[in-house]
C-alpha cells in the first residue's frame, strides 16, 4: 500500500492559490523552439466517444486527448500536498468582485488552431455552454451569466442563480475553451477540436487520435512534433506494446506489469495519488438500497484492506468520498469499516435478519480498463455472501459496462456498480454534487435531503475557508453516514514510459503536459 506522505510527484509549482493568491505563471511555460524528435505513440486504457465537443461525456480518455488540444484558463498541479494550488494559463488573473461576481483578465496574443484570436466571447460561450442542464457532461453548479468587459476582461455572473461566483476558481482548470464560432455551430464543434493547446487534431484512424504540434503555441512550439492516441484495452497488450517499442507511454498498470518493466533499464515508472476515488454505486432509488441500513450493512460486510492487497500499487486507502488532492479532503472519523456484527445488526433492524429475504442483488463491474476489478469484485461477492447478501456478479467489457452505468427513470440497471470518477480539478463539487446531489445522482440516483442540505450549504459558503470547514465537519461525514456509494479505495496512476522521453508532467488525472517535452 502506497502511502500518499511518501508519494512525490514530478514538476514545477508556484505559490498556493486559497485565498486567491498570486501563482506561478511559469509552470507551463517554455522558449518558443521548432518541433523536433518523432512522434509520441500513447497508448491508453478508454475508447473515445467519436463527437469531439466537450460537453457531450465523461470519458477520461477523451479528456486526456482534450488536454494536449484545448486550452484552459488556468491548471490544477493537484501536489497532495498542496491540493488547492492553481496555475494560470489563458488567464492572467481571477479576482472575487462580490459575492455572485468573479472577475477574469485574460492573456492576450493567443490564437485557436483556426488562427481566430482569443477574447472574452470564448469564455463567455464556453462557460454558458458547459453549463446548460441538457449538456451530457453537466459537471457544473448552475446556469451561469459571463459579462464581456472588452476584449480581455469578463466577469462570471451568478446573481441570477444565486450561488457564489467563486465555485468557478477550482472550475477555471476543468472547462477547456471552445471557440464562440464553433459552439454557435454544433456541427463543427462535434467534428473536431479546435482548441488553444500546443497540439492541433489532425484526424482519426480507427482507435488512433493523431495530432500534430502546433507551430503558433503562444508559450512556444513543442519539441514532441505530434502524439498518437491509442486505445488498447487489454493492459498486457499494451505493457508488450511498450516493451517491443511500439509505445512511448502506456497508463493503468497492475503490479504484475510494474514488476516486469521495472526490471528493464529503458524505462521509467511515474506512480501518483490520483484524483480519482474508486467506489462501489448503490442504486438508490431501487429496493433495497433504497434503505441507507441496508447500504451500510453492506459497507460494513467489505473488508477494503483486503481489496489493498489484491491491488498493490495501484490503490491507496481512502476515508472519505473524494481524494486527498481534492479541495477540502479530510478523513472522515466514522467512515464506514469492515464490522460484520454492525453489518448483522442493521440487516435485522432493516427487517432481514442475516439477510434472509433480501432479494438476489446484481453487480455489474468492467474489465480492461481499471486494474483488477474481476478479482476485487469476487471478493466482494463473497464478503457479501457471507453476511447474507445474494450476489450475481456480472463481469463486461467496457463498452458494454458503459452503456449500463447510469442512473436512468426507475432506477440504474442492477443494483450495484463500481466506477471510478476523475476530474482535473480539485473541486470537489464535481464528484459530491455530481453523484450525490438530487437535481443529479448521475450513478446512484439517490435523493436524499440531508445530503441536499449540506451539499447546498458549502456549496454557498461566503467564502473558500468556510467552504472548507463545511465539507470538513458536515458535507463528507453526511455522505458517509448515507453511503449512497462507498469508496472502495483511492487510484494510485501509473504510467510507464521511455527513458528516451524527457520533460513530462502527468496530472493526477492522467491528462500530461508535454509542452517541454522531449523524445529522443
Known sequence: MINRRNLLLGGAAGAAALGFGRVDPNFLFNSAFAAEGRTLRFLGAEAL??????????????????????????????????????????????????????????????????????????????????????????WYPGLVKVDIVDDFTCRINTKEQGYPATLFYYLSSFLPIMSAKDVANKAQLSARMNGTGPFMYVEQKGDTTVLKANPDFFMGAPKIPGVEYKFVGDTTTRTLSLLNGEADIIERLEQEQVETISKDKRFNIHKAISVENKYLFFRCSKKPFDDPRIRLAACHSIDRKQILEILGVSGTFSKAHISPVKFGYAEVADYPEYDPDKAQKLLAEAGFPKGAGLPELTYYTSVGFYPKTKEYAELITGMLQEQGFKVNLQTLEVAAWGNLLYDKPGGGEGN?????????????????????????KRITGIVDKEIDAVLDKER?????????KILQTETLPTIAKKAPALALFTSVFIHAYSKKLDGLYIYPNGMQDMTKATLA
Not at 500536498?81 to 461576481?101: Q, R, V
Not at 454557498?460 to 472548507?468: F, G, Y
Request: aromatic share 10%; hydrophobic share 30%; glycine share 8%.
Open 49 to 138: 466517444t467519436g463527437n469531439w465537443d466537450p460537453t457531450t461525456h465523461t470519458n477520461l480518455g477523451q479528456l486526456i486527448v482534450e488536454g494536449f488540444v484545448f486550452g484552459y484558463l488556468t491548471r490544477a498541479p493537484m501536489k497532495p500536498e498542496k491540493p488547492d494550488e492553481l496555475i494560470f494559463e489563458l488567464a492572467e488573473s481571477l479576482t472575487p468582485i462580490d459575492p455572485f461576481t468573479m472577475e477574469v483578465k485574460l492573456r492576450k496574443g493567443v490564437k485557436f488552431h483556426n488562427g481566430a484570436p482569443f477574447t472574452s466571447a470564448d469564455v463567455k460561450a464556453t462557460y454558458e455552454y458547459g453549463c446548460l442542464p441538457d449538456r451530457p457532461a453537466q
Open 460 to 468: 454557498n459558503a461566503p467564502s473558500l475557508e468556510e467552504r472548507k
Open 416 to 440: 450495484m456498480i463500481d466506477c471510478g470518477w476523475c476530474t482535473g480539478s480539485p473541486e470537489p463539487d464535481l464528484v459530491l454534487r455530481t453523484h450525490f446531489h438530487s437535481s443529479s
